[in-house]
């Protein structure tokens, strides 16, 4: 269970059904996924898309909670919770009904990443990588990618809760390969202690979906989604998006 911290927004803990009491304060949840959103030196969550969120907030009548959590449990709290919302979640068919989309944040590229020092592997594409081991984060739609393109645990595909966890996999040789974007790995690399240097992208999965977006569960209001969307928009159209976007490398 995670440490609650304190940020402008203050962070909660949302393992529990306990929730806000003013109804115009909202949770946002969302994993540690650098240079999205993740906990700096000082504990406190920061990133690209946190700012995005902070940037939105000021353009409401909402306050807001921000919890970084696993995955799992950040898509459970949103797909159940009033008032909860996730952030860089991706939007699939099997999602798409479960959820009210506030908008689109930002799109990232997928790739199946493996080591430079594996010149014993060539492959061109994942079709081929099933003669090998995949890894990827539980619960991700990745996860669900793979087993419809018919990879399955443990033959060849291997699943972590986190993405240190799947990193330090690859780099220990237990798999072979990662499906992830390409655009969070420098910093992940950084936070775990290994080197980007030492990897490299493999084959690229062009129908892999790549488009985040803020999404909530149907319990919440039309109202808030409707704000908090016409938000989204503002800071696009005056330039305060791109500028976060733009400040983060991205």
Same mark, same amino acid.
């Given at each position: 269970?995670? /440490?609650? &911290? ?8 949302? &393992? ?36 995005? =969120? ?47 989309? =506030?908008?689109?944040?930002? /799109? ?14 060539? =492959? ?71 080197? /980007?240097?030492?990897? /490299? ?26 704000? &908090? ?14 500028? =976060? ?6």
């Amino acid at each position: 269970m995670q /440490k609650v &911290l304190k940020y402008p927004f203050i962070l909660l803990l949302l &393992l529990s059904s306990t929730f806000p009491s003013n109804a115009n304060q909202l949770i946002f949840v969302a994993e540690d996924l650098p240079p999205f959103h993740f906990l700096d030196a000082n504990n406190k969550p920061t990133g690209a898309l946190v700012e995005v =969120i902070e940037a939105m907030l000021l353009k409401t009548r909402y306050t807001g909670f921000i919890n970084l959590m696993p995955f799992a449990h950040s898509y459970d709290a949103a797909l159940n919770q009033k008032n909860t919302l996730i952030f860089s979640l991706m939007k699939t068919t099997k999602r798409s009904k479960y959820f009210q989309w =506030i908008g689109h944040i930002y /799109k990232s590229k997928a790739f199946l990443i493996g080591l430079r020092s594996r010149t014993d592997i060539n =492959i061109h594409s994942l079709e081929e990588a099933k003669s090998f081991v995949v890894g990827t984060i539980r619960g991700y739609h990745s996860e669900e990618y793979l087993k419809n393109a018919g990879f399955s645990t443990p033959q060849n595909l291997h699943l972590s809760v986190n993405y240190k966890h799947m990193w330090g996999m690859l780099f220990g040789r237990h798999i072979d390969f990662i499906l992830t974007n390409f655009v969070a790995i420098d910093r992940e690399m950084k936070s775990i202690g290994f080197d /980007k240097e030492e990897i /490299k992208p493999i084959v690229e999965l062009y129908d892999f979906p790549g488009d985040l977006f803020i999404a909530t569960g149907l319990t919440t209001s039309d109202k808030v989604v409707s704000e &908090l969307s016409d938000a989204l928009h503002k800071i696009k159209d005056d330039g305060t998006y791109q500028k =976060i976007i733009d400040k983060w490398g991205l």
